[in-house]
């Protein structure tokens, strides 16, 4: 101090460093001259002295280009020397003072010299940042504002100091600071304005750059940059057009190439450790460069070897990053502490009357401040930490896309499709959400100790009490935790057997209707649904116990601590001040103490996952130098010498001793049995088998058709192009060539056709056409074809033979090499190799092999039978014909019973008016046979028909939530447990305030001989009322939640019974994942998110309604500043709301591309590397990756943009609560003041919160609408009608009669039947033919009512079964429908659901069906379990067990949809022969595809557009030379 006053001085100019008596104990305070010229002056200079070291490093490693001088910047370098001129006048003024012998003391030449060194400082700071390129400097604007806040002391206390006296003591300097004081001013305000774009900077491609890169300093720090895209969003809907690009150090390319690049340094470094090892330890690190380890074989050392680290690798690229929010994070939470000390400062305020009043407004303003910055830098830490975890997920995600391009075969067996995608979406996701709280891991601890700290200094050792019951409910949160995780798990299960259930039965409806089996299958669903939802139940009875303890910790906790200190010592004496601190640094333990267990559990995820990802990137990669591309000898395309090949590297060889040479342009067959290794040669020459000794060698580009078509979900063009340039004239010939032609003109969209996931909506064939014709426009040098031809009709497959892959195909002159099975195309080739068991066992032209009688000739013997060969007299129109229909066949899901594909068909047909398809030759059927079955099984999931606008797009949800949805909600939740539940709300919130009221009551009781009276009773209403709050949040919490189960129960109910009572046409029209989507994501949200949204919501709502309660209560002044802060709340709000719902909608949308894309790409791996396309994969990967951040970013910029401007309001309200209780602290007690201020610094937390459970509710909500909208959809008739049921034994004749009767698909579709008027006697047997649309499958449809009537009426004996309930006309018909559908279940089940029949009466049928002998061989017999659509059983079988249905009815009228090809000739026979014996005495109505089935029928029904062309016996028919006369020709049969 003396020190000071020394170099002060004495005398004119001199004065004291420090005068309390000027400054605090004053109504006018002002700091003494010296004062104001050494410490307030200095305060900017230490600050930018401080900073420019690392700034100017900083500067020097980030540069954007240069600025050009704008006028601005003149301006402002113009005022710096200004500024610098005006400080050193000071000091040369000095001088001139000493040479007048007027010493002035040495404070008047320091100050203005290191003023005026530093003014040039920043003159010359703000030329380098022009040069390097910053447009506005967050360095300099706190440097400004700082100068002029210091200025501002001095301004004042020199106006006052004249005004006192009179007159100007010191004229000069006088008008210097003025002069200064003005400069600094206008240069605080310059500054705020950014600078022009720097030159040369990497200007942004994008159409729509991201404002962050652009913003200036104080923008970036509010985030006002992000004002822009909320008005947007509140003004429309957000759109993917407005988004903004992602800034360049966000974008995949630049992430995934740095942490690639750690990653490759990492495993270099963990390769050239000092240690050899022993040969096939180094093998597993990478063994592309094995060759040059051979030395290490010699030195074995049995220490494991060390993995790369994956962490490692990640700290390294993305810490330094982190490591500043970290640092934000440190400043946060040491300003969290200051308010705590502010208010007992304020306390200790109102208590001292005497105090100046100032005093109070100064310690208000700090709070306001102290929690402004806070604000601003926790924003700035959550920003930091957002970015990284989205950066990190990116260059995951990019990382494991990456090396799934280039993993073996064997590693990529190891691990399934899904469990890759998994690493992809579950485990990269893990590390993004980790990012958030990770700081906490450090931050926890620290705020722990601080809190306890200051606690301890003001209750002493009685906080440990505290502390104890805060240890004590760790564990039962953690058991909490535990068992609710174990809950989740059975839920989940729960819920996936319900899914995978109600899958089965949208995909089966029409068989369940047939047979009117729906009551059984919702019994089931109901059942699994009810347990789902008792699970839940049980864990809303934890987090009603988990809600209790964490409402109630806090205030357990202060009882504690309070009851202890004022019971242990009676002089302890619990003042406002003691209390309220106390309070508040209890609120702020809550956080961490809460925090640390689940970012623990977080951790252990992200470390089992890390793990994962380890694991999946040390997988063995594939050799690239395998296959030697340069040097084969000349003439030859392919040799192979020695060649012994196997999929993994210590599994035995498939292929040995290879040697093969194919000359360039040849055409090369492959033939052997199945499984002998055709596929696994063409695999070797690709590169994708493990080499262990011999050379391949392939000469120049390659193509690759696969044996299982690879096609991706985009347009059929894009599929053929493979990222090629379309060259129209080739691209015709190749669609040509590979029959596609015709398949085009049913498409839908022509070759813009929009190809499903997995190519799901193309026929078998024509997925291997397409692959084909993909390989042919690549215009290879060497095309390897895998039986390209086994997936195709017979016919198509010689057309493609002669145009594509023969000696007179566009490929004429390539090198092929065609893996086949189709004997007949083998005369033509040029060269035959034959494998057996994995060797070459002969080579030689066809007629070379004939003669040496060996393997080939066994082959040919062996597959002959199956391939009649193409008869040549077929014309040509005939096979167009043929040609569409099996282009057709994708679409005919049950042949006709599809009215959409139906309508496509005839149109189809009309154009080629030809024979009808029943006319192929006999031998033809029988060839589809083997591939329908391939084809059947794929169409079945083919649901997309080719009529324009069939399916209609989902609607997405834009804009507002109307009202009426959440009206719905609370209608199934039930009006007076609504009511009820806002009701303990309100009580549970007016508990709390009794408990805070009573404790601020307590705390104002007068000391009287330094004890207070009756602590006992305080402390017993305290914690009475505490422990109601307790009580009733558990209660309110508990009655929500099961009101929430409640209504799930009742809307997932409605769904149910709506969905099985809806007519087929909405099946037929609806995407089934459409209406799956219902049953699952949108019933999880209204089971699981919507509760505990409301709960969030309410707990809230009433938190910040009580503060404004307990505010205004205690300083009614406050309702003055409620309507604008409420205003300007709200207005923020609903900016937010609207834009946040949007981005989370189109992030949402944006994420599943990704995952399937990427899905794709792993299952055609092969395919992908044989043409070379890794790379343009690869950046069609990052595309969709960057497509999804792009709106992820806006979205968590959406959160701080939100954050800071409600708690700016939360501020206020701290401000007002503190202002008004100074302005009125005559009338206020300190216990209320301290209520009211410790509840105004709670508030920011809820306001905050309240906003993001609002938006979270109108997103969430929607999922009731969604279910609402699919629960109300028309329904068909009843199933049973009381007074119309038909007598118990009816139909007891099996009579059918139909009269004028006419039927349609769906309303404004032409009629499908016209007036057909018909009658069957009773056990008659019809057979029904017709060409395809003749509407053979509408008549069956017509007796079940799966189609209602347009006009007419249909009776069976009598009975018109327009008029009965459905069930009641459905179960007394029975049905062998034409593709058999099982469900997944026991067989039993499959057979009898309704349990109706006994044990021996289902023997029996299976005996009849030939099914006794396989159940018998099964070891659960009639449990036997069958598998989702039966895949576990053979077509045959499950053709059989639909008989075995039908045998179990046993009803009077039967009718059989007969299967066009999918079963082998021995099954029809079979089934025939059954209906012959079984089903004499019965009506049997038989929709015929092969006419020898119904020969022997007693009448012939021949359709023909609908109406009745023919109907007679067969041998009448045949005599009068009619349509069915024409038939029978065709199949050899007349």
Known sequence: MSSMEAFCGSGRLGSKFWDANLTLY?????????????????????????????????????????????????????????????????????????????????????????????????????????????????????????STLCAIIPFRSRIMVTVREGYIKDKFRFTTFYIYFSLVVVEFLLSCFKDARPFFSPVSAESNPCPEMEAGFLSRLTFWWFTKMA????????????????????????????????????????????????????????????????????IVNNTKQKEPSFIKVLLIAFGPFFLIGSLFKLFQDLLSFVNPQLLSVLITFIKDKNAPVWWGFCIAALMFLSSLTQTLILHQHFQYCFVTGMRLRSAITGIIYRKSLVITNAAKRSSTVGEIVNLMSVDAQRFQDLTTFLNMLWSAPLQICLALYFLWQALGPSVLAGVAVMVLLIPINAFIAMKTRAFQVEQMQYKDSRIKLMNEILNGIKVLKLYAWEPSFEQKVLEIRSKELNVLKKSAYLNALSTFAWTSAPFLVALTTFAVYVTVDENNILDAEKAFVSLSLFNILRFPLNMLP???????????????????????????????KEKTIPGNAITIRNGTFSWAKNNEAILHDINLIVPTGSLVAIVGHVGCGKSSLVSALLGEMEKMEGDVSVRGSVAYVSQQAWIQNSTLKDNILFG??????????????????????????????????????????????????????????????????????????????????????????????????????????????????????????????????????????????EDNVEEDDITIDEEEVLLAE???????????????????????????????????????????????????????????????????AETTETGTVKMTVFWQYIKAVGLVVSFFICFLYACQNAAAIGANVWLSAWTNEPVINGTQQNTQMRVGV??????????????????????????????????????????????????????????????????????????????????????????????????????????????????????????????????????????????????????????????????????????????????????IRVEFVGNCVVLFAALFAVIGRESLSPGVVGLSVSYALQVTMSLNWMVRMTSDLETNIVAVERVKEYSETETEAPWIIEDKRPPKDWPSQGELELINYSVR???????????????????????????????????????????????????????????????????????????????????????????????????????????????????????????????????????????????????RILILDEATAAIDLETDDLIQMTIRTQFEDCTVLTIAHRLNTIMDYTRVLVLDKGKIAEFDTPANLIASKGIFYGMAKDAGLA
């Open 26 to 146: 004053t109504n006018n305070p002002d700091l003494t001259p010296c004062f104001q010229n050494t410490v307030v002056a200095w305060i900017p200079c230490v600050y930018l002295w401080t900073v420019l070291p690392f700034y100017i490093i900083y500067l020097k490693y980030n540069r954007r280009g240069y600025i050009v001088l704008s006028m601005l910047n003149k301006v402002k370098t113009l005022l710096g020397f200004v500024l610098w001129i005006t400080c050193w006048s000071d000091m040369f003024f000095s001088f001139h003072e000493l040479a007048q012998n007027d010493s002035p003391p040495p404070v008047y030449f320091v100050t203005p010299l290191i003023l005026g060194i530093t003014m040039i400082l920043a003159t010359l700071l703000i030329q380098y940042e022009r040069l390097r390129g910053v447009q506005s400097s967050g360095v300099l604007i706190i440097f400004w504002f700082l």
């Open 231 to 298: 008005s947007l969003g509140y003004k429309r809907p957000l759109e993917d057009k407005d988004l903004w690009a992602l800034k360049e150090q966000d974008t995949s390319k630049v992430v995934v190439s740095k942490l690639i690049k750690e990653w490759e340094k990492e495993k270099n470094r963990i390769r050239n450790m000092p240690v050899k090892y022993s040969k096939n330890q180094e093998a597993t690190v990478n063994h592309a460069d094995e060759k040059a380890n051979e030395s290490d074989v010699l």
């Open 598 to 628: 689940q970012v623990i559990s977080n951790l252990a995820q992200a470390s089992v996952s890390v793990k994962r990802i380890q694991n999946f990137l040390a997988n063995d990669e594939l050799d690239r130098n395998s296959v030697n």
């Open 724 to 865: 090629r340039p379309a060259n129209e004239k080739n691209y015709k010939k190749v669609l040509e060539a590979c029959a596609l032609v015709t398949d085009l003109e049913v498409l839908p969209g022509g070759d813009q056709t929009e190809i499903g996931e997995k190519g799901i909506n193309l026929s078998g064939g024509q997925k291997q056409r397409v692959s084909l014709a993909r390989a042919v426009f690549s215009n290879s040098d060497v095309y390897l074809l895998d039986d390209p031809l086994s997936a195709v009709d017979a016919h198509v497959a010689k057309h493609i033979f002669d145009n594509v892959i023969g000696p007179d195909g566009l490929l004429r002159g390539k090198t092929r090499v065609l893996v086949t099975h189709g004997i007949s195309f083998l005369p033509q080739v040029d060269h035959i190799v034959v494998i057996v068991d994995g060797k070459v066992s002969e080579t030689g032209s066809y007629q070379e092999l004939m003669k040496q009688n060996g393997a080939f000739a066994e082959f040919l013997r062996n597959y002959a039978f």
């Open 886 to 952: 099996e282009t057709l066949s994708n679409h005919t899901d049950l042949v006709d019973n599809e009215p959409v594909a139906n309508e496509a068909r005839k149109k189809f047909l009309r154009q080629i008016s030809v024979l009808s398809s029943e006319g192929e030759s006999f031998h033809t059927t029988s060839m589809r046979r083997r591939i329908c079955e391939r084809k059947m099984s794929e169409t079945m999931s083919a649901k997309k028909p080719p009529v324009e606008k069939l399916i209609q």
């Open 1022 to 1203: 305290y914690a009475a009322l505490g422990l109601l709050q307790g009580l009733l949040v558990m209660t309110s919490s508990f009655t929500l939640a099961i009101a929430g189960i409640g209504a799930a129960r009742k809307l997932h109910a409605g769904l149910l019974v709506n969905k099985l009572h809806t007519p087929q046409s909405f099946y037929d029209t609806t995407p089934i994942g459409r209406i799956i989507n219902r049953f699952s994501k949108d019933i999880y949200v209204i089971d699981e998110v919507i509760p505990p949204t409301f709960l969030m919501f309410l707990a809230t709502f009433f938190t910040s309604l009580s503060t404004t309660i307990v505010i205004v209560s205690s300083t009614p002044l406050f309702a003055v500043v409620i309507i604008p802060l409420a205003f300007i709340y709200f207005f923020v709000q609903r900016f937010y709301v609207a834009t946040s719902r949007q981005l989370k909608r189109l992030e949402s949308v944006s994420r599943s591309p990704i995952y399937s894309h990427f899905s794709e790409t792993v299952t055609g791996a092969s395919v992908i590397r044989a043409y070379g396309r890794q790379s343009s994969f690869i950046s069609l990967s990052d595309g969709k990756v960057d497509e999804n951040q792009k709106s992820y970013y806006p979205g968590i910029v959406s959160n701080r943009w939100l954050g």
């Open 1305 to 1451: 698909y769906r309303a404004g579709l032409a009629l499908v039947l016209k007036n057909l008027d018909l009658r069957v006697k009773g056990g008659e047997k019809v057979g029904i033919v017709g060409r395809t649309g003749a509407g053979k499958s509408s008549m069956t449809l017509c007796l079940f009512r799966i189609l209602e009537a347009a006009e007419g009426i249909i009776k069976i004996d009598g009975v018109n079964i327009s008029e009965i309930g459905l069930q009641d006309l459905r179960s007394m018909l029975t049905i062998i429908p034409q593709d058999p559908v099982l469900f997944s279940g026991t067989l039993r089940m499959n057979l009898d659901p309704f349990d109706k029949y006994s044990e021996d009466e289902i023997w029996k049928a299976l005996e009849l069906s030939n099914l006794k002998k396989f159940v018998t061989s099964q070891p659960n017999k009639l449990e036997h379990e069958c598998a989702e659509g039966g895949e576990n059983l053979s077509v045959g079988q499950r053709q059989l067990v639909c008989l075995a249905r039908a045998l179990l009815r046993k009803t």
